[in-house]
């Protein structure tokens, strides 16, 4: 089945932890992205790739990193988590550009 | 800076009924324009794009660049459109997507 997913779907962490969520989509998918969801701010992109090591910033890439070291993977890192990072995450992928993005399951991640 | 401004938190209507999710962007430049929809317990997903002038579950949206908007409207709501959707720009290209904060609807029977 064709399709995004995120490991893991929920994490509670505390402050200052390393931590990675992954994402792996099966597609083929130049295109990959991350975004966050929170309440009453909407969906905000955190960093895209367009191909394997060629990643950039979305619109709120502090406190985060990317790498795109195969075309299916596209790991999340927060080096140092903060409880401002509490928030569901998405990734997404899409096979070029003016293409649908198709997203994960989400990641529910809290840091106390 | 790009922006989508979607002005309503939550959108309540009854079965039947006409619907219309309000959508307006900022961007100086040609946009591509998006409506995501994410119902309960499931991804998010495409509901439509401007490019492609489709109908989609009844769903129809126009890009009025006069006005810079892209309203999504159904001319009867169902019951199985109560969702959370969100309208979202592109600039140059359908991977860096600025969204709008989303709109709940919901259908009542």
């Known amino acids: 089945e064709a399709q995004v997913t995120q490991n893991p779907r929920y994490l509670i962490t505390v402050t200052g932890k390393k931590l990675t969520v992954t994402c792996s989509q099966n597609?083929?998918?130049?295109?990959m992205s991350w975004y966050r969801q929170d309440p009453g701010l909407g969906l905000r992109q955190i960093y895209y790739?367009?191909?394997?090591?060629?990643?950039d910033k979305g619109d709120v890439p502090e406190g985060y990193k990317v790498s795109r070291k195969e075309k299916r993977n596209f790991p999340l890192i927060l080096e140092s988590p903060s409880p401002n990072q509490t928030s569901l995450y998405f990734c997404?992928?899409?096979?070029?550009?003016?293409?649908?993005?198709?997203f994960g399951p989400g990641t529910r991640l809290t840091v106390t | 800076a790009q922006r989508v401004t979607q002005p309503e938190k939550l959108l309540s209507v009854f079965k039947g009924a006409p619907v219309e999710l309000k959508c307006n962007y900022s961007?100086?430049?040609?946009?591509?324009l998006f409506w995501y929809v994410q119902y309960s317990r499931q991804r998010l997903q495409l509901l439509l794009r401007?490019?492609s002038r489709e109908s989609i579950k009844g769903f129809t949206a126009d890009l009025n660049k006069g006005e810079t908007s892209f309203h999504l409207k159904k001319p009867f709501a169902q019951e199985e459109d109560s969702a959370m959707y969100y309208c979202?720009?592109?600039?140059?290209?359908?991977?860096?997507?600025?969204f709008g904060t989303g709109t709940q609807l919901k259908v009542e029977l």
């Open positions: 401007h490019i």
């Open positions: 961007y100086s430049g040609s946009p591509e």
């Open positions: 790739s367009m191909n394997v090591e060629v990643t």
């Open positions: 997404a992928s899409s096979p070029r550009n003016d293409y649908e993005q198709y």
């Open positions: 597609m083929n998918h130049e295109y």
């Open positions: 979202a720009l592109s600039k140059g290209g359908g991977n860096k997507l600025t």
